[in-house]
């Protein structure tokens, strides 16, 4: 059984940064990307940020040069250094995982099959 937890969320004034980590647990995940999605409320799920095959990254536009994902020594841990904070990154963050053999579109959510419960991320102007 896959089990992600997320952690990190919180409340900061627009400029600041926060750091979100996720633990994963239930198998290994050396050959598993991890990634983040998050969600503001009225509005899809989107795709942040992904990390696999060992050192590839890939972001979406928005937090490019802001945000950077990285992964744990034993890979079952990712995290989400994010600077430069907005207004507009205040959403609920999710950590997703799956086998990077298996998905085709790493920018959308229906590839994941392993999420966590998500974590609140308020960045007030």
């Known amino acids: 059984q896959v089990h992600l937890v997320e952690s990190g969320g919180g409340l900061v004034q627009a400029g600041g940064s926060l750091r979100l980590s996720c633990a994963a647990s239930?198998?290994?995940?050396?050959?598993?990307?991890m990634g983040w999605f998050r969600q503001a409320p009225g509005k899809e799920r989107e795709f942040v940020a992904i990390?696999?095959?060992?050192?590839?990254?890939y972001y979406t536009d928005s937090v490019k040069g802001r945000f950077t994902i990285s992964r744990g020594n034993a890979k079952n841990t990712v995290y989400l250094q994010m600077n430069s904070l907005k207004p507009e990154d205040t959403a609920v963050y999710y950590c997703?995982?799956?086998?990077?053999?298996?998905?085709?579109?790493?920018?959308?959510?229906?590839?994941?099959?392993?999420w966590g419960q998500g974590t609140q991320v308020t960045v007030s102007s």
């Open positions: 990390s696999w095959g060992g050192s590839s990254t």
């Open positions: 997703a995982a799956d086998d990077e053999n298996t998905i085709v579109l790493v920018t959308s959510p229906t590839e994941y099959n392993y």
């Open positions: 239930g198998r290994t995940f050396s050959n598993y990307a």
